[in-house]
């Protein structure tokens, strides 16, 4: 593991904070650009030609504290080191180390981690540092710090910058004015679904020329090759019988990802399904909510609350189906990608871009977001109806198989190589197992 340190400063540094952000500390990262990066800049070696662009991915952390991961976690994890194998990638997060480094360097991706706290401003010397020695010639960007020191960046050196949206999070004062300036320097925005497009024009400000649709890709041999074991493995783990009916909510609990409402689903459920269980797959902060409500609703012998798993493929398989009843917008939501793949019928709420993998009565079924009641019936009928679920499961396999890697990374190669172009860099993408 290669870890970047940050500089030893003997005098403090403040950090963003939403009362000071558009005076002092504007006006002290403004000064650090002047100074640190402005006039270094000409001594930066120029590009040479014909060689594979070294790409800088940036992003704010890998995972949530604690260990926790996100979709961002999976999508980096997936889509690393097949973007490793038509480029030079240099991975680097602006936090501290995250378990699921590991992960990454079983994939021979060393990922860089320069520990700097929130909006540290030291971050954007660092970042400066890493373009200079490493004559990175894009960046691709994953989230709202490495927006702005993006475009900061990308404006100074005149290095082309790619923002990946991927998610529908509003942006928040006193940071906007910044990130819509931001935005106006960053080459082009790649979007995970067509669903977030509204939002990449109306609260990012981008043209919608600049925008470009590329959905998710995932390596879909882990859930279409689990052994045949691992059903009645978890289940005799958990003390389950082979036939009770299984629902599995995997996820961060938290109010967002809709635990709460499953669990009072589950109510409804248990009258038409007394033998049915619910797995609550993950950890976070509303667990505690949760266990309440299940003990209020006396729902202890039909809910389990699994914790952290390593084993997702075998829960998938162990379960009859799988909900997402998400209560923002979705971005994506790579578990309903990952139950499809693994043959599972899906019960979502009308969400953002799980419309992308939950199309309805035909990979599973689609509720009116918050619709507690609407939730119930439909699992409690796909659970009546095993022949409905088996096919389901079975077009779920069919559809997951537009969302492989490799669509995935045919279309990046494609943006890496219009954005590289605008900029007259005269680079080669390398051929790889993804090269079309």
Same mark, same amino acid.
């Given at each position: ?239 389950? #019988?082979?036939?009770?009916? /299984?629902?599995? *909510?995997? %996820?961060?609990?938290? $109010?967002? !990802?809709?635990?709460? =409402? ?111 009641? #609407?939730?119930?019936?439909? /699992?409690?009928? *796909?659970? %009546?109806?095993?022949? $409905?679920? !088996?096919?389901?499961? =079975? ?42």
């Amino acid at each position: 593991m290669v870890t970047v340190e940050s500089d030893s400063v003997k005098k403090s540094h403040a950090v963003f904070t939403s009362k000071t952000f558009q005076s002092h500390q504007q006006r002290n990262l403004l000064r650090l650009i002047d100074s640190r990066i402005i006039h270094p800049m000409n001594n930066i070696e120029s590009i040479q030609p014909n060689s594979t662009p070294r790409v800088l991915a940036l992003a704010d952390h890998l995972g949530h504290p604690n260990g926790r991961i996100h979709g961002g976690t999976t999508y980096f994890v997936n889509h690393y080191p097949a973007m490793a194998c038509f480029t030079n990638l240099i991975t680097c997060f602006l936090s501290s180390r995250h378990p699921a480094a590991t992960h990454l360097q079983e994939k021979n991706i060393t990922p860089i981690f320069l520990n700097r706290g929130k909006w540290n401003p030291l971050a954007l010397w660092d970042i400066f540092r890493l373009i200079k020695n490493r004559k990175v010639d894009l960046l691709h960007l994953h989230s709202e710090k490495s927006l702005i020191i993006g475009g900061l960046l990308s404006s100074t050196l005149g290095i082309p910058s790619i923002l990946h949206i991927h998610d529908a999070i509003p942006l928040k004062y006193p940071l906007l004015p910044l990130q819509r300036w931001a935005i106006k320097k960053i080459s082009a925005a790649i979007l995970i679904t067509d669903e977030l497009r509204d939002h990449a024009i109306n609260e990012y400000g981008f043209p919608p020329e600049r925008i470009n649709i590329i959905n998710y890709g995932m390596d879909l041999s882990p859930f279409q090759r689990v052994s045949p074991k691992a059903k009645n493995n978890i289940r005799r783990e958990l003390l389950i #019988g082979p036939h009770a009916p /299984v629902i599995s *909510l995997v %996820g961060r609990v938290n $109010r967002d !990802k809709g635990q709460l =409402e499953m669990i009072t689903a589950m109510r409804t459920v248990v009258k038409t399904h007394p033998t049915a269980k619910l797995f609550i797959v993950g950890d976070g902060p509303a667990m505690n909510e949760c266990r309440e409500k299940v003990d209020t609703l006396q729902l202890t012998e039909a809910v389990l609350f699994l914790g952290q798993r390593n084993d997702i493929t075998e829960i998938l398989s162990a379960s009859d189906l799988i909900t997402v009843p998400s209560m923002w917008h979705e971005g994506f939501g790579f578990v309903a990608l990952e139950a499809i793949a693994a043959g599972r019928p899906v019960v979502a709420f009308n969400s953002g871009g799980l419309r992308n993998t939950v199309i309805h009565s035909k990979t599973g079924l689609l509720v009116k977001q918050g619709d507690v009641e #609407g939730l119930a019936k439909a /699992v409690t009928e *796909l659970l %009546g109806d095993p022949a $409905r679920m !088996k096919s389901m499961g =079975e077009e779920g396999r069919k559809h997951a198989e537009k969302f492989s890697i490799h669509h995935h990374i045919k279309k990046l190669k494609k943006v890496y190589h219009i954005v590289l172009k605008q900029k007259n860099k005269k680079l080669h993408f390398h051929t790889s197992p993804y090269h079309s």
